[in-house]
């Protein structure tokens, strides 16, 4: 997961070589801007399973321009045959007062151009933060048309180009901590997330599996997530709370989950969770009924997908 060496140049320019994990963004549920992860966050699991990155990451503190401000230069490693494959991201932060901005950009072969921004700052008793992103360039498409799985007459989607465009992803969150006893505090989280790449129904879903472009979260062009957190409630000192919520607002979709850590040993914890899938046929419901379509040998004999309604899981984690 992790390797790596870390010097400096004349104590202005620090250098990192090796596996290491870089995390971007400022948001809980979806993150637009971090370019860096090949595989996206996955808001509802237990641990962060996204290994480390092989990267010649450069950070350079510009005390000289604003208290805060820092530079950082990646060359990007992972599946990189040539010198020519190595991708390049740049990222940029201030800090004023208790708000925190970054502004990023990022280039490779063979993919588009990334520009992005993110957003952190107070305003009384509410956390703000805000991440926008926009993509232009080769590798991007979406498929248009119906997926029409008859047998006498199949009809299947085709791919559009979307290489001139610029495409915007942005999502916008609060948070707001509540207290409620001398220790203790209720944290709230609402956020929204817009997404040009995804779709306006769940028609096309079944064909995205298909061709291996089914992205959990990322499948809609609109969505709505809220969470509950209760750290160490009341004399519960070992134990956390949370409660998730997530819509798909384009298909109709929904996800809610509870979930209960708790610490048993010294360096024991157990995490648990219950969550359930409602609402229309689509991202969180999704089901797939496939007749046998003769002449494509994966579809010979049909098959379906029954659609999940409630799913449970536990996991024990032992500190080293």
Same mark, same amino acid.
């Given at each position: 997961?992790?390797l790596?060496?870390?010097f400096?140049?004349?104590?202005?320019?620090?250098?990192?070589?090796?596996?290491q994990?870089?995390?971007?963004g400022t948001t809980r549920i979806?993150n637009?801007v971090?370019?860096?992860n090949?595989?996206r966050?996955?808001p509802l699991a237990?641990?962060d399973a996204?290994p480390?990155?092989?990267?010649?990451?450069?950070?350079?503190?510009?005390?000289? *321009?604003?208290d805060?401000?820092n530079l950082?230069?990646?060359?990007?490693?992972?599946?990189?045959?040539?010198?020519?494959d190595?991708?390049?991201l740049?990222?940029a932060?201030f800090s004023?007062?208790a708000?925190?901005?970054g502004v990023? *950009?990022?280039?490779?072969?063979?993919?588009p151009?990334?520009?992005?921004?993110?957003f952190s700052g107070?305003?009384?008793?509410l956390e703000?933060?805000?991440?926008?992103a926009?993509?232009?360039?080769?590798?991007?498409?979406?498929?248009?048309?119906?997926?029409?799985?008859d047998?006498?007459?199949p009809?299947?989607?085709t791919k559009?180009e979307?290489g001139d465009?610029?495409?915007p992803?942005?999502?916008?969150?609060i948070?707001?901590?509540?207290?409620?006893?001398?220790?203790?505090t209720?944290?709230l989280? *609402?956020?929204?997330?817009y997404n040009?790449?995804?779709y306006?129904?769940?028609?096309v879903?079944?064909?995205?599996?298909?061709?291996?472009d089914?992205?959990?979260?990322?499948l809609?062009?609109h969505?709505l997530?809220?969470?509950?957190?209760?750290?160490?409630?009341g004399g519960?000192?070992?134990t956390t709370?949370l409660?998730?919520?997530?819509?798909?607002?384009?298909?109709?979709?929904?996800?809610t989950r509870?979930d209960?850590?708790?610490?048993?040993?010294?360096r024991?914890? *157990?995490y648990?969770f219950v969550?359930?899938?409602?609402?229309e046929?689509?991202?969180?419901?999704?089901?797939l009924?496939?007749?046998?379509?003769p002449?494509?040998?994966?579809?010979e004999?049909g098959?379906k997908?029954?659609?999940m309604?409630?799913n449970?899981?536990?996991w024990?984690s032992?500190d080293?």
């Amino acid at each position: 997961d992790q390797l790596w060496l870390k010097f400096d140049i004349n104590r202005s320019v620090f250098v990192t070589v090796g596996q290491q994990p870089v995390r971007w963004g400022t948001t809980r549920i979806w993150n637009p801007v971090d370019f860096v992860n090949a595989q996206r966050k996955d808001p509802l699991a237990i641990f962060d399973a996204r290994p480390g990155i092989p990267l010649i990451k450069l950070h350079m503190p510009l005390e000289g *321009v604003a208290d805060g401000a820092n530079l950082y230069a990646i060359a990007q490693l992972d599946d990189a045959a040539t010198l020519g494959d190595v991708g390049g991201l740049l990222r940029a932060e201030f800090s004023a007062g208790a708000t925190e901005t970054g502004v990023n *950009v990022a280039v490779r072969k063979e993919q588009p151009l990334r520009i992005g921004a993110d957003f952190s700052g107070g305003l009384g008793p509410l956390e703000l933060r805000f991440e926008g992103a926009l993509s232009h360039g080769d590798a991007q498409y979406r498929w248009t048309g119906p997926l029409v799985l008859d047998a006498s007459a199949p009809e299947f989607p085709t791919k559009q180009e979307r290489g001139d465009d610029w495409i915007p992803q942005a999502t916008a969150g609060i948070e707001w901590g509540i207290p409620y006893g001398d220790q203790d505090t209720f944290y709230l989280t *609402v956020e929204y997330f817009y997404n040009d790449a995804g779709y306006d129904n769940e028609s096309v879903y079944p064909w995205l599996v298909f061709q291996g472009d089914f992205s959990p979260l990322y499948l809609g062009r609109h969505y709505l997530g809220v969470g509950m957190v209760l750290p160490r409630p009341g004399g519960w000192n070992d134990t956390t709370l949370l409660a998730t919520g997530i819509s798909n607002l384009s298909d109709g979709s929904h996800v809610t989950r509870i979930d209960y850590q708790v610490q048993v040993l010294t360096r024991l914890r *157990v995490y648990c969770f219950v969550a359930a899938h409602f609402g229309e046929q689509g991202e969180f419901r999704f089901e797939l009924d496939v007749p046998a379509v003769p002449g494509i040998p994966e579809l010979e004999n049909g098959f379906k997908i029954e659609p999940m309604r409630l799913n449970t899981g536990i996991w024990l984690s032992v500190d080293l």
